[in-house]
């Protein structure tokens, strides 16, 4: 009996030295990816806006080298995805894509800035009585912002190359369509990721239509894509459908296109494999 207790005590006496042991060790935060955030106030949009900036990882080989950049929306969402993504793909030993940087525009009033209309109709086409989308519409009024406050800041602290890529996802993805249908020389690229066409009744469907000429150029890259939001006869699939026989069918000269479906994803799980996607596509050559 006296060999068993001393033999507990011993499990005892050990159990709490290890444990004493590894709280003592030495840890810190682990912080990835190191990026900067930067605020700058918008006269345009009358606010102050936090906007996440990451850079690619330099070397001696990069001093003297610019780099192109994504323009991100949705940017709490989406930022650290995109820039381990560029940060993995843009690797030596993987060298799948160009070292690039991210900037990540956080929301602050999402349905303002990521409308293209001022509507108040649901994804059912019925009339909102909650007032969430009562601030609808300034969609125009963003792009503004980006081209005459954040891009100048960008480029005069950033080593940017003149090539820009601009990408969203749901309210991003009808934006991003909508920057390139109305204001095509802001980018050279754009992602639309499950876009929300069923915005303002099919709007952007319908300004597709009227803007792309059959047989006109616009030389741009264009990666829009949707998951199983519904099935196959959910509005978001038949619009994506929809929206890529507009595509094929305007033949337009210098567009560089991919339509993917991702059966196996649901709408917020989309981004994570689309801006995968996204990123080889645009950058393959």
């Known amino acids: 009996m006296k060999l068993l207790a001393y033999s507990f005590r011993w499990l005892i006496f050990m159990f709490l030295f290890v444990a004493l042991q590894a709280r003592s060790q030495k840890t810190e935060t682990y912080k990835y990816p190191p990026s900067e955030v930067v605020t700058i106030h918008s006269k345009i949009l009358n606010e102050n806006r936090k906007i996440y900036v990451h850079c690619p990882k330099s070397d001696s080989a990069d ?91 960008i480029d005069s602290n950033y080593k940017t190359q003149p090539y820009k890529v601009f990408a969203g996802h749901s309210f991003g993805g009808i934006s991003s369509i909508n920057c390139m249908l109305t204001h095509p020389e802001m980018f050279d690229a754009y992602i639309a990721v499950s876009p929300s066409f069923w915005w303002d009744n099919e709007y952007l469907l319908k300004l597709t239509e009227k803007k792309l000429k059959s047989g006109s150029t616009l030389n741009k890259k264009l990666f829009y894509c949707d998951g199983n939001e519904g099935g196959s006869d959910s509005f978001f699939h038949k619009a994506l459908v929809k929206f890529d026989s507009l595509i094929v069918e305007k033949k337009v000269v210098g567009l560089n296109y991919l339509y993917k479906h991702y059966p196996n994803e649901m709408h917020m799980t989309v981004p994570v494999v689309a801006y995968l996607d996204a990123l080889r596509f645009i950058f393959k050559e």
Request: proline share 8%.
């Open 63 to 153: 001093i003297n080298k610019r780099f192109p950049v994504v323009y991100l929306m949705d940017g709490e969402n989406h930022f650290e995805l995109l820039s381990q993504y560029v940060d993995y793909l843009s690797r030596p030993d993987v060298s799948v894509m160009p070292k690039i940087i991210v900037v990540g525009i956080p929301n602050t009033n999402r349905v303002r800035d990521l409308t293209p209309t001022q509507s108040i109709l649901d994804y059912e086409g019925k009339p909102d009585t909650t007032a969430r989308y009562k601030s609808s519409g300034g969609n125009e009024v963003f792009f503004e912002f980006l081209k005459k406050e954040l891009m100048p800041v």
